[in-house]
């Protein structure tokens, strides 16, 4: 089977990055299935989101339509319990001592390739498919490449089945994913994301930049407006 007549699943948060990587597994597989994770973040316009960004995609491109599968959003109240972070609980977005904004919920990203894996597993997919990047979280020491060799070659090994970990914005700054939509799907994806997508830390869906809707001042909404700012050249 080539790699265009297999499945994927794509860790489908509702983002800038998860949308450019729907779009990038859109225009390889042959079937894409996306994967939300509920886990009490203290906003949810982020999960409200993903359902319009999912359509608006679709309707960019027939071919798209017919490729997109199932969306499976799971219940990880757990995490949350577990996670005293500024993403679930009421706290000023800071750095900590160990030099990682209070967002950084431990081993997140671990757990949610697991899950996605498990249910991949159970739906004969093999690919997946997620946003992380080295290039602009070099704090984030789930995002990092070497980290999800080390957990694409463990979730292998313990399901007894190849798994691959596609990373398309790992090597790939803010700019750089902006020009990867353009690519991808035109003008067209750029707007929709640009329109149907939350980075916002603090999902404040009140305001709208050039780059989109967000507080303006949280660490996603400034690495969004500066990555925004180097794609246009302004
Ligand atoms: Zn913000």
């Not at 093999?126 to 979730?155: F, I």
């Not at 799907?185 to 640009?194: F, Q, R, Y």
Request: proline share 3%; charged share 25%; glycine share 10%.
């Amino acid at each position: 089977m080539s790699l265009a007549a297999e499945p994927a699943l794509v860790l489908f948060s509702g983002g800038q990055d998860s949308a450019t990587c729907l779009a990038w597994a859109l225009a390889r597989f042959a079937r894409v299935e996306t994967i939300g994770f509920d886990y009490g973040q203290r906003h949810r316009v982020e999960l409200d989101c993903r359902p319009q960004l999912r359509a608006a995609m679709a309707g960019l491109d027939a071919a798209w339509a017919d490729r997109l599968g199932e969306d499976h959003v799971l219940e990880l109240a757990t995490l949350g319990r577990i996670s005293d972070t500024a993403l679930t609980r009421e706290a000023a977005i800071t750095m900590t001592e160990a030099g990682l904004p209070s967002t950084f919920v431990p081993g997140r990203n671990l757990l949610f390739f697991t899950y996605a894996a498990a249910l991949a597993y159970r739906r004969g997919i093999r690919h997946l498919v997620g946003g992380m990047c080295e290039t602009d979280y070099s704090g984030y020491p789930d995002c990092r490449d070497d980290t999800l060799k080390a957990l694409q070659a463990t979730l292998s090994l313990g399901m007894d089945r190849r798994v691959t970990i596609h990373t398309p914005l790992m090597w790939r700054d803010k700019a750089a994913t902006w020009r990867l939509a353009e690519a991808l799907g035109g003008a067209a994806l750029v707007e929709a994301i640009v329109e149907q997508s939350m980075s916002c830390y603090r999902g404040d869906r009140g305001r709208r930049h050039a780059w989109g809707y967000g507080c303006g001042d949280c660490p996603a909404c400034a690495l969004r407006a500066a990555g925004w700012k180097g794609y246009r050249g302004t």
